[in-house]
């Protein structure tokens, strides 16, 4: 599986589109970017992934760049509950039988 | 909902005892996973299984081991308890083979102290 570099931390005002971003400059054409996000003592939780296009659902959107080395995730209007720990990793999208390895994530403070 | 039950949310070990961690999913999802959480550290990978009675190692699995006799229970032992292995461990579970969207779903982890 391809590595994964995001910031350690982010800051966001309420109301504000959250960026964030990731790099995954040794992703294969077969790889998908998955994102998950982590609130306070819960497990992580799915939010979005893609290949290659754009995505967007009831959560967020995922950019992903025409060369596939980094993408962003938006969250479109931040709210004081999107205050979280989230992850990007990278991973074959099916086929059983594969490592799946998270990093240490960005910590986004929502800020009132 | 895909539901991972994790069988303790909260457990006090001291060093040296055997420790059973177990994990069970309803969805009848092929693949499973143990992970560690520890501050600064992120999530890391101690053992995953494809199957039933099939493991393979993840990054970090000394002093770990783990079974899976049947397809949605998979256990994590810790054959004798250090405090270094004072953690957070969630376990993990998605289908396999069949989609284009294995997501993960996790429980709610298990912190695990050991005096």
């Known amino acids: 599986d391809a590595k994964t570099t995001q910031p350690t931390s982010m800051d966001c005002a309420e109301g504000r589109a959250a960026n964030l971003p990731c790099n995954h400059s040794?992703?294969?054409?077969?790889?998908?970017v998955y994102w998950y996000r982590q609130i306070h003592s819960q497990g992580p939780q799915y939010i979005i992934h893609g290949l290659k296009n754009n995505e967007t659902n009831e959560m967020a959107s995922l950019i992903i760049t025409e060369d596939r080395k980094s993408s962003t995730l938006i969250l479109p209007h931040a709210t004081l509950r999107d205050t979280a720990v989230y992850y990007c990793i990278v991973r074959v999208a099916a086929g059983g039988y594969q490592k799946v390895t998270f990093g240490t994530g960005t910590k986004l403070q929502v800020i009132p | 909902d895909v539901k991972v039950t994790q069988s303790s949310r909260y457990l006090v070990k001291r060093t040296g005892e055997k420790v059973f961690l177990e994990c069970v999913q309803d969805m009848d999802h092929e693949n499973m996973f143990w992970y560690r959480q520890d501050p600064g550290l992120g999530l890391r990978l101690i053992y995953f299984?494809?199957?039933?009675?099939?493991?393979e190692k993840g990054d970090i699995p000394e002093g770990y081991s783990v079974s899976r006799e049947k397809k949605e229970r998979f256990s994590l032992i810790l054959e004798s308890a250090s405090t270094n292995q004072t953690s957070m461990y969630l376990c993990?579970?998605?289908?396999?083979?069949?989609?284009?969207?294995?997501?993960?779903?996790f429980g709610s982890g298990t912190q695990l102290s050991v005096l």
């Open positions: 993990a579970s998605s289908l396999a083979g069949v989609t284009t969207n294995e997501k993960l779903f």
């Open positions: 299984s494809y199957d039933v009675k099939m493991k």
């Open positions: 040794t992703i294969s054409g077969n790889e998908y």
